[in-house]
């Protein structure tokens, strides 16, 4: 007969050895960046490498041999970033902290200047920075754009644009925007693209969503920037696609989780919820793998292209960028 002890313990061993099977086949779907080819004399550029997914974005690309330029907002954090790299891989490639605060145009500025004074050529920029803030906090740019609206969209898109001749001296190169299928559920009112009504309601307590139209219809916005800036490029030699990391588990939520969160949530995030190497795989495919080279436009995720369920319209996506222009020039929300 079994002693009754070892039942005791083999009950906890086989549920941890369930949740290990289990989260392993899971993981198994979520596609893995396989090449391996080395990016020496390559400079990728890519926004807020100091966390999450573009701190594993860079770590594999160091690994590789590339250069790249950590453009951050906190300069002291991007140099820790890199010294926590370079102790790992003392002989990956050249790792150049800059700062970049993407919700003040007069930053992007600088910024670029610095980078074209130092640099001749940009082979990729990965456009990953990116915030997830409450709307009822209603941060806003150094401008006063809604936080989600200046951020993600409306500060890379000016910092695409400044970078564009750059990236024409490095053809064939490449442009990776960092989406989400959360894109799926956004909207693009031109009406109220800071979202004051939305704002107003949460602060009043009226409407309460999981869901933030904020975050939600920024990404919607990466994915039009994506697909109107690969069809102006066409022919180029730049490739332009946009893709999505998976849910990942990274410092995104760090306005919305509650310690409480990580009791109820840890079997969802067990099971769901990526590594942010896992959730960089998709994000280091876009920017360096030969196979997709000369493809641009696409939606990527799981390291494949991957079918939107948005309805995309082409008014939309001109009258976005001919607003967004606007706003750059006029440096301030309509
Ligand atoms: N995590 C997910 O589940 C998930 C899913 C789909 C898509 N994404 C997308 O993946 C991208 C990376 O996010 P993550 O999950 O890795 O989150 P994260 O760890 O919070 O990283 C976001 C990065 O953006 C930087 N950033 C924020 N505001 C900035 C500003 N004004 N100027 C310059 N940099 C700024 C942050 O800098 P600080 O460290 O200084 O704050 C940080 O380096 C985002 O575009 C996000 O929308 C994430």
Same mark, same amino acid.
């Given at each position: 007969?079994?002693?009754?002890?070892?039942?005791?313990?083999?009950?906890?061993?086989?549920?941890?050895?369930a949740i290990g099977l289990i989260r392993k086949w899971r993981s198994s779907k979520w596609g893995k960046c396989l090449t391996n080819t080395c990016l020496r004399g390559k400079t990728f550029l890519i926004t807020g490498a100091n966390s999450g997914i573009g701190l594993e974005t860079a770590r594999a690309l160091v690994k590789r041999k590339?250069?790249?330029?950590?453009?951050?907002?906190?300069?002291?954090?991007?140099?820790?970033?890199?010294?926590?790299?370079?102790?790992?891989?003392?002989?990956?490639?050249?790792?150049?902290?800059?700062?970049?605060?993407?919700?003040? @145009? !007069?930053?992007?500025?600088?910024?670029? +200047?610095?980078?074209? /004074?130092?640099?001749? %050529?940009?082979?990729?920029?990965? $456009?990953?920075?990116?915030?997830?803030?409450?709307l009822n906090l209603d941060l806003k740019t150094k401008e006063g754009f809604e936080i989600h609206f200046g951020v993600n969209h409306l500060g890379h898109f000016y910092l695409t644009n400044l970078l564009l001749d750059l990236l024409k001296r490095a053809t064939p190169s490449r442009v990776v925007i960092?989406?989400?299928?959360?894109?799926?559920?956004?909207?693009?009112? @031109? !009406?109220?693209?800071?979202?004051?009504? +939305?704002?107003?309601? /949460?602060?009043?307590? %009226?409407?309460?969503?999981?869901? $933030?139209?904020?975050?939600?219809d920024s990404k919607l916005m990466n994915v039009y920037f994506a697909r109107g800036?690969?069809?102006?490029?066409?022919?180029?030699?730049?490739?332009?696609?946009?893709?999505?990391?998976?849910f990942t588990y990274t410092n995104l939520f760090r306005y919305s989780v509650k310690w409480y969160h990580y009791l109820i949530f840890s079997p969802v995030a067990l099971f769901f919820m990526r590594s942010a190497s896992q959730g960089a795989q998709t994000v280091i495919f876009? /920017?360096?793998?030969?196979?997709?080279?000369?493809?641009?436009?696409?939606?990527?995720?799981?390291?494949?292209?991957?079918?939107?369920?948005?309805?995309?319209?082409?008014?939309?996506?001109?009258?976005?960028?001919?607003v967004s222009e606007e706003l750059v020039k006029q440096r301030k929300p309509l």
């Amino acid at each position: 007969m079994v002693h009754k002890y070892v039942l005791y313990a083999a009950v906890p061993i086989s549920v941890v050895v369930a949740i290990g099977l289990i989260r392993k086949w899971r993981s198994s779907k979520w596609g893995k960046c396989l090449t391996n080819t080395c990016l020496r004399g390559k400079t990728f550029l890519i926004t807020g490498a100091n966390s999450g997914i573009g701190l594993e974005t860079a770590r594999a690309l160091v690994k590789r041999k590339a250069r790249i330029i950590f453009a951050c907002r906190d300069l002291e954090n991007a140099k820790k970033a890199i010294a926590e790299i370079r102790k790992e891989q003392p002989n990956g490639g050249e790792m150049i902290p800059m700062h970049l605060d993407l919700a003040s @145009f !007069d930053s992007i500025e600088k910024f670029v +200047e610095v980078v074209k /004074a130092g640099f001749h %050529k940009i082979d990729v920029l990965i $456009n990953n920075a990116g915030v997830a803030v409450p709307l009822n906090l209603d941060l806003k740019t150094k401008e006063g754009f809604e936080i989600h609206f200046g951020v993600n969209h409306l500060g890379h898109f000016y910092l695409t644009n400044l970078l564009l001749d750059l990236l024409k001296r490095a053809t064939p190169s490449r442009v990776v925007i960092i989406s989400s299928t959360l894109h799926e559920s956004g909207k693009i009112n @031109f !009406d109220d693209l800071n979202h004051k009504t +939305e704002i107003a309601e /949460a602060q009043s307590g %009226k409407k309460k969503s999981r869901h $933030n139209p904020g975050y939600n219809d920024s990404k919607l916005m990466n994915v039009y920037f994506a697909r109107g800036l690969a069809d102006r490029l066409r022919g180029s030699g730049i490739d332009v696609n946009v893709c999505c990391p998976g849910f990942t588990y990274t410092n995104l939520f760090r306005y919305s989780v509650k310690w409480y969160h990580y009791l109820i949530f840890s079997p969802v995030a067990l099971f769901f919820m990526r590594s942010a190497s896992q959730g960089a795989q998709t994000v280091i495919f876009c /920017a360096s793998d030969p196979s997709i080279e000369g493809k641009s436009g696409k939606f990527y995720r799981d390291c494949t292209e991957y079918a939107s369920k948005h309805q995309f319209s082409k008014e939309v996506e001109s009258r976005l960028w001919t607003v967004s222009e606007e706003l750059v020039k006029q440096r301030k929300p309509l």
